[in-house]
């Protein structure tokens, strides 16, 4: 399985964080630059064709070994797969195709509340450090989105594009809840493929439909 190179868990988890940031960032910028060029169902299709075929052939000896696992959970497969991977991607395109850059943005920031509510819900009690956190994260987003002047979110212009991109970061929010159910079950790499392929397969008759 490929691993990274020998660092401490922590500046590894790090690392991992600031390229998964910068991935995510680089494919929004790309989204919204494209804008009309390619429907939004087609591309939210092809980002996952790519990646699948990219990662498959390196880890299918891993994947297929987990086979007997990942059937075994496949219903909570299911509802990653269309949560964070089909929900989460489609309702961002299709929001980005009609929203600015600058709303998009300011309600992207917005993605880890709707993460503490959802383990809100699920009955887990926030420590006030937590909590914190989160509030710190909101504010700097704001402030990075607005350039410090936080009064241009009065002058926001909401249009459907901004409800798909909310609708968006809740999917992502429930996926990251449900993530936990299969904590140590599955390795994140085998994982990450199963998910891709489902989400081939769901996304297809609405990509060439």
Do not use: K
């Not at 910028?29 to 390619?38: C, F, K, L, N």
């Not at 089909?86 to 309600?107: H, I």
């Not at 993605?111 to 909590?131: D, E, F, H, N, Y």
């Not at 159910?181 to 081939?200: C, D, T, Y």
């Amino acid at each position: 399985m490929p691993a990274l190179p020998s660092l401490r868990p922590a500046t590894r988890a790090v690392l991992m964080l600031v390229a998964s940031i910068g991935f995510w960032s680089s494919n929004v910028v790309i989204v919204r630059a494209m804008g009309d060029a390619i429907s939004p169902w087609l591309l939210s299709w092809l980002r996952w064709v790519i990646a699948l075929a990219v990662a498959l052939p390196l880890l299918w000896p891993a994947v297929r070994a987990a086979w007997p696992r990942l059937y075994a959970n496949r219903r909570p497969l299911l509802w990653l797969a269309f949560s964070g991977f089909v929900a989460n991607t489609v309702f961002l395109y299709v929001g980005l195709s009609d929203t600015t850059a600058t709303n998009a943005a300011a309600l992207l920031s917005l993605t880890p509340a709707w993460i503490m509510l959802a383990v809100c819900l699920s009955g887990t009690r926030l420590m006030p450090v937590q909590l914190a956190g989160l509030a710190l994260s909101i504010a700097g987003s704001l402030v990075i989105v607005t350039q410090g002047q936080l009064a241009s979110l009065l002058a926001l212009d909401f249009n459907r594009g901004d409800i798909f991109v909310i609708i968006s970061g809740m999917a992502w929010a429930a996926y990251t809840l449900l993530l936990r159910r299969l904590r140590g079950r599955l390795h994140p790499m085998v994982l990450m493929v199963a998910l891709m392929a489902i989400s081939v397969v769901m996304l297809l008759p609405v990509a060439i439909g």
